[in-house]
C-alpha cells in the first residue's frame, strides 16, 4: 500500500493562461461534453448537482500533453434535457461515459471522477470491462454512501438510507431551496467560495433538472463499490480534501485499505471540492497520482 501523503500548496496560475474548453452540445442520447488538449486522454466526471464546467481550473493540464474531457451527466448542464435523465442512474451515467469513450475513439483513458462521478468512474471499471481503461481516480468520496456500525465511512460518517429518500423528496419539491446549503459543502471547514466562484457554483446547479438528482441521489445510497476495489485489476487512485465537510479523513484511508495497490493523497488547504478550491494544489496531486510505473505518459506539449 503507498503510504498517503499530503500536496503542497502552489500558487494558481491564471486561468486565462490554459486553453479554453471547446463546448460539445448534447446529441440524441449522448451527452454534451467540454474539451481542450491533446495526447493522453483524461476523462473527468464531475459531482452530483453541477457539471463538467466544475473541472475549469483543470483545463491547465492540456499544456502538459492531456486531452482534458469533462462530459455533462445526464440532467446536468449541457445534458440536462436528455432523453433518459428523469430515470438516470449511475450505471446509465456510466453507460454514456461508455459510449462517449467510444465516439471519440480514446484509449488508454485515465478516468477521474469527483464525488458521484467516481461512482461513475467505478461503474465504468465494474460494468465495462472492456473499455481501454489506464487508470481509475476518485476525488473525495466513499465506496458506500450509507453507513453502518460496520461500515462507518459514509456521507457524514452515519447517513442512512432514510436521510436518503427525504433529500430526494426535497429536491423534487424544491430543488432551488437547496443549492445555498449544498454548495456550502463544496468548500474546506471555515472557507466558503469567493462572490464570483459562488455565482459559478449556482449557475451549474441552476442548470440541472430537479427529478434526475432526485433519482441519481436515491441510486447513490444504493450503490456499494467495496468488492469492485477489492477485485480491481486497473490502478486505482483516491484525492481527498483535507478539510472536508462531507468525509473525514478515516474515509480515504478505510477506501485505500480496500485495495492494497492503491494510492491516496491528501490536497492540503481544501475540502470537497478540491480541484476548484486550490485548482494548481490538485493539479499538482493528480500528477502525482499518473506518474505511475505502467500508465502511458503524457507527451511532451
Not at 60 to 66: F, H, I, K, M, T
Request: with cysteine.
Amino acid at each position: 500500500m503507498d503510504a498517503s501523503h499530503t500536496a503542497p500548496a502552489t500558487q494558481d496560475e491564471p486561468a486565462g493562461l490554459a486553453p479554453a474548453f471547446a463546448v460539445h452540445t448534447a446529441s440524441a442520447a449522448r451527452p454534451g461534453w467540454r474539451e481542450t488538449g491533446s495526447g493522453q486522454a483524461l476523462l473527468l466526471l464531475h459531482g452530483w448537482s453541477l457539471s463538467g464546467e466544475a473541472f475549469d481550473g483543470q483545463r491547465a493540464l492540456a499544456r502538459l500533453g492531456y486531452r482534458v474531457i469533462a462530459p455533462d451527466h445526464a440532467g446536468h448542464g449541457l445534458s440536462a434535457a436528455l432523453p433518459h435523465a428523469g430515470q438516470a442512474s449511475i450505471a446509465r451515467l456510466a453507460a454514456d461515459a461508455a459510449a462517449l469513450i467510444g465516439h471519440l475513439g480514446l484509449r488508454d483513458v485515465v478516468v477521474v471522477g469527483w464525488s458521484m462521478g467516481a461512482m461513475v468512474a467505478w461503474e465504468l471499471m465494474r460494468g465495462h470491462p472492456a473499455l481501454p481503461l489506464a487508470a481509475i481516480g476518485a476525488i473525495d468520496m466513499t465506496p458506500r454512501l450509507v453507513g453502518d456500525a460496520e461500515w462507518p465511512h459514509g456521507l457524514h460518517g452515519c447517513y442512512d438510507r432514510v436521510q436518503a429518500a427525504r433529500m430526494a423528496m426535497h429536491v423534487r419539491k424544491d430543488w432551488p431551496s437547496l443549492i445555498d446549503s449544498v454548495r456550502a459543502g463544496l468548500w474546506s471547514a471555515g472557507s466558503e467560495p469567493d462572490a464570483a466562484q459562488s455565482g459559478r457554483i449556482t449557475g451549474m446547479m441552476r442548470q440541472c433538472a430537479p427529478d434526475a438528482l432526485a433519482a441519481l441521489w436515491e441510486d447513490m445510497a444504493r450503490q456499494d463499490y467495496r468488492p469492485a476495489l477489492r477485485q480491481a485489476r486497473l490502478p486505482l487512485f483516491h484525492l481527498v480534501g483535507q478539510h472536508s465537510r462531507l468525509y473525514a479523513p478515516a474515509v480515504g484511508l478505510a477506501t485505500l485499505a480496500l485495495q492494497p495497490a492503491a494510492r491516496l493523497a491528501t490536497v492540503d488547504g481544501t475540502g470537497h471540492a478540491p480541484h476548484m478550491e486550490r485548482p494548481a494544489a490538485f493539479n499538482t496531486a493528480l500528477l502525482g497520482m499518473l506518474d505511475w510505473p505502467g500508465l502511458p505518459a503524457a507527451p511532451a506539449p
